[in-house]
Structure formats: C-alpha cells, structure tokens
C-alpha cells in the first residue's frame, strides 16, 4: 500500500520583492495562500515542482509545503507557513498589512 | 573616526558597480539563483522569510552621526522605517526589494558604509567594545588595530573562501565587554614589562557546538598582530572540516587537534608570515591612530547634572542605570536602550536614529557606538549636558532605565524574520519585558542578564546568557529550552539546560518563577543573580522552574 500522500501547495519568494507567493493552477503566482493550487498526487506535485523551478527570473526557492484543505481553501498545516503567509509578529507589515 | 582613504572609496565603488551589475543579470535571468546566491551573500544580501534583508557592516560598533542619519534615510526611503541592531554590531534592514539594493548601497557608500563580509564564508566585521576610546577602565583604544584588521581582511585573496565564517572581537579593557571568549579570535589588550600587546584567543563561539576560547598566545606584541592573525587563520584554512559545515568552524579543528597542536601549527606558520610583514602595517597602524584620537575634552562645572539628579527621581533612576563611567572628569558613558519595554530588541526608528544623530552631534563630540547587546551608546557627553539629552530621549521613547536589568534582552530576530529559525524570539522578549515592567520589579531584580535565540544557531547569545532561551520546534510546535548561569564577561562560561523545555504560553511564569526563588535565596541586594546561581548550584533554580516534580518527589516519600 502506498502512504497517504499529504497535500501540498508551491511555494517560493518572489524574485523582486522577496514576498512569499504561490503557485495557482493557472500557472499565475498568487500572494494568497487561499488560493493556491492544491496538489494531491505526488507525481503531479514533483512534476508541478520541476515546472516552478524552471522559473527562476520570477521566483527563488520553490517548495512543496504540506496544506490542509478547508472550505476557504488551503491552510498551513505547521506555524512556519502560518507566519509566511501572515507577516511578522512583532510590527503589522508584510502580508496582513496588503490585505 | 577614521575616514576612508582613496583606495577604500574606490573600492567599495567598484564593488557596488560590480554588484549593480550582478542585481541587472540576476532581474534579466541571465544569473539563475545558484549563480547569484555567492554574489548577493558576498555583498550582506540574504532573502528572509518574507522578504530580503541587507545586513550592513558598522564597523567596530562606531558612527558618525552623518552616518547614523543616512541609517535613517535608508530605513525611511527603501525600508519600512526602522532598522533593527544586532549583537554583532550590524544594522539589518528586514525589507529591502532587489532593485533597490544597489541604491541602498551607493547610499551607504556615501557616508563611508558599506555590507561587504557580513556574510559568506569570509572574516566577518571586526567587533569591538563599545566603550571603546570611553571607558574608564581601558588600556588604549581597540578601534585602531580592529580597523588595521578590517583593512587586512576586507578582500583578502587568500580568505574569500574560508571553510565558513570566521569572526573577530578586539578589547582593550580587562572588563570584557565585547565577548572576545566566544569569538573564532578575541584579543585582549594586555601589556607585558611596559610593553603593549595582546592576549590572543582561539576557537570560541556559540552555536550548535558552543565553546569558550582557549588561549593560543599569552602576549603577543602589538606589531606581530597581523601576521600571526594571518598564521591562525591560514592554519585553520587548510586544516577546517570543509566536508562538514556543522565542523568547519576554528572552535572544531581546535577541539579535534587540540590547542597545543593547533598553537605548533600556528608559530610554525608565524615565524614565516613574520618577515613577510615589513613594517608597512605598523606605518599603516599609525596613520590609523592618528584618526582615532580622543576628543577635545571640556572642563566645565557639572551643577546641571548635580541638580537634575538630586531633584528629578526620573532622571536618576536613569542617570543610575544607564550611565557608565569615563575616563574623562566631568563625562560620562550613555547607553541608550533600544529595549523599551514591550517593543522590539534593537530595533530603532528613522526619528529615533535621526535624534541620536543629533544628539550626537550637538552633545557628543560625534560620535556615536552600537553595542553587542542591541543598544546605543553616546560615549562622550559632559555631565552637565545629560539632563537635556534625557528629556530629548524621553520625547522619542529612548529613555527607559533598563541596561542590564531583565528587560535589556539580547533576542534575535527569530522565526517573525529568519528562514532558519525554529520558533520565535522576539515576542517572547516583548512579554517578559512587559511583564517584569508590570511588576515593578526589574530595579530590586538587578543586573540579569536574558538572551533568546529562535534556533541552534545562537545568534541571540543564549548560551551566555545568566538565562538563556533557546526557541524550538517540537514536534510542530514553538517550544522554548533554559539554560543558567551562562557568561559573556571576561570570566566567560556557558550555560546548563534546566530540563525539558516550555510551550509559549508557559516560558513567562516560568521565568517568574525564577526570579522569585532568586529574590528568596539572594543573600542581600548586592548578590547578583548570577552569583547566587554560583553559590548555590542549579538544583534550587531547577525545583523553582519544575514544581510538579517536587510535588511528587514529596508524595513518593
Ligand atoms: C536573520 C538572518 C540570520 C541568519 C541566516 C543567521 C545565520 C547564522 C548561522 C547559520 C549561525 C551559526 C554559524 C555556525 O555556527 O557556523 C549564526 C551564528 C551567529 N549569528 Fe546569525 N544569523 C542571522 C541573524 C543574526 C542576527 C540578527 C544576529 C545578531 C542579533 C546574529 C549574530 C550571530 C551570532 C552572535 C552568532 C553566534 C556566534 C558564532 O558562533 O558565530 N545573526 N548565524
Ligand atoms: S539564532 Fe537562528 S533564528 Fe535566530 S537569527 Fe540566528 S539563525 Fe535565525
């Protein structure tokens, strides 16, 4: 039996700003964590990986990141991604101040 | 100060033109990512967690205040108008876009700044004490001989690719102020019959595998400085575990060798380093002095002082905790915090830079220094100047009477910024400080000293921290791990870990619970924490932090 494969979205910093960002099934990167392309099948995700890196004038670090699924799309599954995808802590910068 | 000379300014001009170039290819995609990681971290370019960040070189902790405004012009221009200090007195910019660097660096370059060898496998910037040219107890300037070191080592072409990063601290004081033990070299000014020179340490630093410096040279004479530096670091060049990161440091290859073969290998090298060096750094070194002579010093009456602080408990308290003494009569040392209880460790805004500025300007003879500890320091001001300076500090929240107290905590910028990080640092720094401060406690406290790091790394000094936190993940969770007793002093030591570790919300009441068993077992006021810790060992601290194992240590009896 193959193991249950968690889902999993792309993810790497944009090239300029640095910004956290995500690939959507349109091959468009999106700022949003929501509105990610989840991927279920680990072939395809490798596969979606190889497609992401080779866009490196756009994007440094792709990576695959575990999600969970929910009714308004993705969630991080560990606080590392939450915090990517939220901003720091300390000051109301980064993404929860471009909402 | 010393001012660049035409060959540096020079060369950071072709640097940043090289670099700009770089920037261009890299937005072209001409570079790929592998291609310009080694260009950017050469030029103190990091990409963080949700952004770049620029860490820019203040060497040996000094400044002008032209350079200290231009900090603030950049902070306000391309930043979100702060910057953050840190322990290794650099200014890290958190928000930096690409295409803006070589702007940011032309501006720096303005101002005689720059961010070459803040990173990268090099010797990084030069630290030293920050009372350096102030401080009472000093046996001569560090600042000199540390820029000698920064002209030897900036490009050097034999250590551009060191097995990993190497970093240097320089003190001229017996009180160790610049934690010259847990630094690949400290060098400590000692003198030896009359004669000048320095006490040289190898293999400190902190990390994963944290160590105290051992002592490779007694005395060595100020004018053999550069080429047995260059002995050790050429030693270690060829011998360092290339093959292994978490080993290439200098503390590993001393530990693995041991410090009498490491000491044979080194005076080996020396006695043939020695005659390549013909003098013409001690040429050097002089021309350098003469640029970093001490201030005019005014003689004048300090009654302002005198009457501020008999009548004015604010300032008092102040003057008491945060003033440090000078060499000078009639002056003092002004360690600016940048701890302001509930905000964050070592960040400054652009108007809080822009009044140290000015204030520097007006008040201390220009000068200004950063501190390994996150602070500011004024380190020439007249007595009778330090009620103005107080209100001015007041105004722009500079003014709280923390330094060395529980809310003066060294914490790195931990998972809120850095890619590597484990946990959070910083809002653990901001809810200790706050709470202590809703206390009313931190001034019966005393000198306790808190340092926090968000991973293995130890960028945040845990290890020799009186308490050190050290943030992990555990099983997906932020989990913070205590160490006690560490040292960063001249009687250096590393802290023990206290048990298992503290979610989030438990690490306050935990330290609470520390404070007050000290509070319990402290002989008197005078007995520092630290000290009671080395009188009475860990196991009181222990059964204050784990009540729940006392509890069933005392039903099973
Ligand atoms: C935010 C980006 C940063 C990164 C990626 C980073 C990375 C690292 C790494 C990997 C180490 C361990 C080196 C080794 O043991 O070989 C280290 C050590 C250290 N870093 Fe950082 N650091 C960062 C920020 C800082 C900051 C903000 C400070 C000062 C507040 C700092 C000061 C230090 C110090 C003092 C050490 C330990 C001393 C030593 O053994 O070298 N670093 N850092
Ligand atoms: S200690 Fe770890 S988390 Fe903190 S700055 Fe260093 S590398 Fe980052």
């Avoid at chain 2, 000698?148 to 001229?172: C, M, N, Y």
């Avoid at chain 2, 205590?482 to 590393?494: C, K, Y």
């Amino acid at each position: 039996m193959s193991r249950i494969f968690t889902p999993k979205v792309i993810t790497a910093n944009a090239l300029i700003e640095g910004d956290v960002i995500y690939l959507a099934a349109d091959d468009s990167w999106t700022r949003e964590l929501t509105e990610a392309e989840v991927l279920t099948d680990e072939a395809h995700a490798q596969l979606r990986l190889l497609e992401a890196e080779s866009r490196q004038a756009e994007v440094v670090g792709a990576y695959l990141a575990d999600v969970k699924p929910s009714v308004t799309g993705p969630e991080p599954t560990h606080f590392r991604e939450e915090f990517r995808r939220t901003g720091p802590s300390n000051y109301f910068h980064g993404k929860q101040a471009q909402r | 100060m010393y001012q660049y000379s035409d060959f540096d300014a020079a060369f950071v001009a072709s640097r940043n033109a090289q670099f700009r170039q770089q920037v261009e290819r890299r937005i072209d995609g001409s570079l790929t990512e592998d291609e310009f990681r080694p260009l950017r971290l050469m030029n103190g370019l990091y990409l963080q967690l949700h952004a770049y960040m620029l860490r820019v070189a203040i060497p040996y902790g000094t400044l002008s205040s032209a350079q200290m405004r231009q900090l603030a012009y950049i902070a306000e221009r391309f930043d979100k108008g702060y910057g953050h200090f840190t322990t290794r007195q650099n200014i890290q910019y958190n928000w930096p876009r690409l295409s803006d660097v070589p702007d940011i660096l032309d501006a720096l370059a303005e101002v005689q700044l720059h961010a070459i060898q803040t990173s990268g496998n090099t010797i990084r910037n030069v630290t030293a004490d920050h009372f350096a040219g102030a401080a009472a107890d000093e046996i001569a300037d560090p600042r000199p001989v540390a820029e000698l070191i920064r002209q030897w080592s900036t490009d050097h072409p034999e250590f551009q690719f060191l097995p990993r990063k190497f970093k240097i601290a320089v003190t001229g004081s017996p009180n160790d102020r610049a934690v010259t033990k847990a630094h690949d070299i400290g060098l400590r000014m000692v003198e030896q019959n009359g004669e000048p020179g320095f006490e040289v340490i190898v293999g400190g630093g902190l990390g994963r595998t944290p160590m105290i410096g051992k002592v490779i040279r007694e005395f060595l004479p100020r004018a053999e400085l550069l080429p047995y530096l260059e002995a050790i670091v050429s030693v270690w060049n060829l011998l360092g575990r290339r093959d292994n990161k978490y080993k290439a440091r200098i503390k590993i290859t001393v530990h693995e060798h041991g410090i009498d073969d490491i000491r044979a290998r080194v005076e080996e090298r020396f006695a043939l380093l020695r005659t390549a060096f013909n003098g013409v750094d001690q040429q050097i070194l002089a021309g350098i002095e003469a640029q970093f002579a001490a201030p005019d010093f005014r003689t004048a009456p300090t009654d302002a002082f005198d009457t501020a602080y008999a009548e004015d408990p604010v300032f008092r308290s102040w003057a008491d905790t945060n003033l440090a003494p000078h060499r000078a009569d009639g002056y003092a040392i002004v360690q600016v915090s940048l701890k302001a209880q509930g905000e964050t460790p070592g960040d400054a805004s652009a108007d809080q830079m822009r009044l140290l500025a000015d204030l520097a300007a007006r008040y201390g003879h220009d000068e200004l220094r950063i501190s390994h500890e996150q602070n500011v320091i004024l380190p020439h001001v007249h007595k009778s100047d330090l009620p103005a300076i107080h209100a001015e500090l007041e105004a722009q929240r500079l003014a709280t009477a923390n330094i060395g107290l529980i809310s003066d905590i060294i914490a790195c910028p931990g998972m809120d910024y850095c890619a590597l990080a484990t946990a959070r640092s910083i809002p653990i720094a901001q809810e200790i400080a706050t709470r202590f401060d809703e206390l009313k406690l931190e001034h019966d406290i005393g000198a306790l000293k808190i340092k926090i790091s968000g991973c293995i790394n130890a960028c945040g000094h845990h290890h020799v921290g009186h308490i050190g936190i050290l943030g992990l993940d555990r099983a997906g969770v932020e989990n913070y791990q205590i160490t006690l007793g560490g040292d960063h002093t001249e009687t250096a030591a590393l802290g023990a870990r206290t048990g298992r570790g503290f979610a989030a919300d438990e690490v306050i009441p935990a330290i609470e619970r520390l404070v007050y068993a000290y509070l319990d077992l402290r002989t008197d006021r005078s007995e520092t924490f630290l000290e009671t810790y080395r009188r009475l060992g860990a196991d009181p601290f222990k059964a204050a932090l784990y009540p729940e194992k006392q509890e069933s240590r005392a039903n099973a009896a």
